[in-house]
T-cell receptor, first 114, second 112 residues
Framework: NAGVTQTPKFQVLKTGQSMTLQCAQDMNHNSMYWYRQDPGMGLRLIYYSASEGTTDKGEVPNGYNVSRLNKREFSLRLESAAPSQTSVYFC?????????????FGSGTRLTVV | DQQVKQNSPSLSVQEGRISILNCDYTNSMFDYFLWYKKYPAEGPTFLISISSIKDKNEDGRFTVFLNKSAKHLSLHIVPSQPGDSAVYFCAASGSAGNMLTFGGGTRLMVKP
């Protein structure tokens, strides 16, 4: 099925460990996004990539890095995980010219940092 | 400071009745507003949207109302069904449309 695929679905890390969250879309969308969801805070934008080769910071970028590997893939890296990064992470992509209805979200990665 | 706020974290409604979910925003540059629906273990999915040039948009059982002077929008679901039980997020974007700002979400429970 066409859409946004995130891996892994679940992960437990120890404080200080590193990991990369993977995201791939097969809809030929130009823009891709990483959000985190925390209780009562909604979804907050971490980083986004308006097109292949570009990345920009969102609302909460500290502690994260991203790579837009190609048009399909956009990865999020935690270099040294902290308990404050315990959250559910969503990747999304957006078709060109689409307003909010053009966003497609993946099913999320639930990350726990102990 | 949250630019989009949903002040009710949860709402419980009887099946067949109306559900009203509210959202307030502070940024005057927002000109497009959306509601997303999220089931457990799934990503948010688009539900309905409204442009700032309108004050109402309807799609089946779902209607979104926008009051620009009050910087307030609401989602009405009539009649509510048990399958509507989910978390609903209000979101807003500016004219560039390249970023969404989300509210904190409201968990709707529709009781049979």
């Amino acid at each position: 099925n066409a859409g946004v695929t995130q891996t892994p679905k679940f992960q437990v890390l120890k404080t200080g460990q590193s990991m990369t969250l993977q995201c791939a879309q097969d809809m030929n969308h130009n823009s891709m996004y990483w959000y985190r969801q925390d209780p009562g805070m909604g979804l907050r934008l971490i980083y986004y990539s308006a097109s292949e080769g570009t990345t920009d910071k969102g609302e909460v970028p500290n502690g994260y890095n991203v790579s837009r590997l190609n048009k399909r893939e956009f990865s999020l890296r935690l270099e040294s995980a902290a308990p404050s990064q315990t959250s559910v992470y969503f990747c999304a992509s957006r078709r060109t010219g689409g307003r909010g209805y053009g966003y497609t979200f993946g099913s999320g990665t639930r990350l726990t940092v102990v | 400071d949250q630019q989009v706020k949903q002040n009710s974290p949860s709402l419980s409604v009887q099946e067949g009745r109306i559900s009203i979910l509210n959202c307030d925003y502070t940024n005057s540059m927002f000109d497009y507003f959306l509601w997303y629906k999220k089931y457990p273990a799934e990503g948010p999915t688009f539900l309905i949207s409204i442009s700032s040039i309108k004050d109402k948009n309807e799609d089946g059982r779902f209607t979104v109302f926008l009051n620009k002077s009050a910087k307030h929008l609401s989602l009405h679901i009539v009649p509510s069904q048990p399958g509507d039980s989910a978390v609903y997020f209000c979101a807003a974007s500016g004219s560039a449309g390249n970023m969404l700002t989300f509210g904190g979400g409201t968990r709707l429970m529709v009781k049979p």
